[in-house]
């Protein structure tokens, strides 16, 4: 069965339940896990305990539904990127400790698929550098299910067996563009914690 | 009803293919033509074995059922049973029940859910809502009945409607399910469907006649979309009922190279012991066969890499970026090329 829902379900779990948790995110480092560090270049707000998996950090500015940037830091191997809300576990996409950059582009896929995303297309998958590590970055393009139109990035890396990846995700028209400066830095100002992720 | 029609036609997860949607709708003429213009066809994007027809006359066809259906005769049965709840208003008395109850909201969570939509975005919730909007079984008897007719009246064999409950059956067997899939959620019991359906088969006499199943046309019309809907399937990473189906695609084309392609990625995916081998079988068959998409190098290459073939991984590579001169990947690939090479003269 479809799993598209998801995101309004998730949407209107932040907006009914989670008020009172949400924070701003106002220091000059953040920690991603025990992985790396980003400087937020902005002021966010961070939604704790959002779809994301457990050592991910969910930020947004203008609202989730509009502009989402996940963070996460060294997801391990079995380790899924998204746990939307419903979804049963045996069917969650999973990274493996094996996986190359093609494959890890196939798993944000999945990953946003199952979230609810549709017509989901990755280009531009290129090698860059990441906090000084050989990383990845790729573009994305795809629709919510009432056909509002989102474009999307990732950039990440591998290291010592673990997954580190930025997703920035937002509405074709405005929200993505409002925000990509920011994110651009804020990736350019990874730096993995000593030993690597 | 208007508001969902509206969700359903300006959805993402409507299905954007006038021709596809006009044929289907030729079928749903074939099988009537006096409700042919009282109807609207709306094929949606879920990769799941469904239909529904409501009340106001639109028609919800989602491409896991157009995926799993293997001819035009198999369609137009399972069209034919949904008109019959159609005609005889079954959706719309169950609609005013629902509603006598207060709970409308209710109602329209299902339809949206039909179209992916709406709050029963889960597995879970929709069972819920289906279950909900269940009709009985006197009811699924009678559309069940109204099928075979219709789909007999049309020139069809209704029995190819038995042949789609049966794959249905094997996937969620193969899958272990507990509860059946989201259209047999709201039907009797799949066995008892099969039965049904041939019964009414045999006491219309469809034995003597010659009826036909449109297996080219179907597939003619589907086959654009086929490779996207195989990629919607492997998503759900229901591998064992995905390999039902797959098999089932492969026993009636089995020198596809697409669905070899596919079988090759279902290997991959699914990461059970030996997958790589398998993988790689698949994959070689497809590029034997032709007709697989230029991805198929690509992972053809990226295994045979596992494999530790680094001379063949890099031809494979090179092969990927020769078929698909536009691969949007290509710098990403060409690094490996890079790296491969430089371990093959290392």
Redesign the interface.
Known sequence: ?????????FS?IMALGACAQISKVERKTADVGDAYTVDPQITWSEFPGSATASNGLSWTVDGLFLQRLDLFGGIKDGQALLE?????E????TF?A?M????V?GLV??SL??F?Y??IE??????ADIGGRRG?R?DLAM??????EMKGLAAGAIVNDELNLVLYVGTRLHYFDARHAAVEALIGSIAFKSGGA | MERIEGVYGSSAARLKDPALEGYVKDVVCRLSAAYCDDLRVYVLQQPYFNAAMWPNGMVAVWTGLLLRADNEAQLAFVLGHEMGHYIRRHSLQRMMEIRQQGDLLAFVNLALAGAGLGMAGNLTSAYVIANLMAFNRDQEREADGIGVKFTMKAGYDPREGAELWRLVKAEEEALEREQPSIFGATHPGIDERIATIETRATEVGVADSEPNHERERYQSAIGNHRADWLRAELRKREFAGSQIVLEQLLAGNPNSGELHFFQGELYRLAEEEGYREQAIAAYRKAIGLGGAPPAVHRELGLLYWDEGQDEEAGQALEAYLAADPKATDRLMIESYILQLNKQVSS
């Open positions: 069965m479809t799993i598209s829902g998801r995101i309004l379900v209107l939307p809300f419903g979804a049963e045996e069917t969650l996409p493996r094996d190359r950059e093609s494959d582009q896929i999945d698929a199952q609810g549709l017509d990755a280009t531009n998958l290129r090698p990845f790729f629709a919510t299910p009432g056909d509002l």
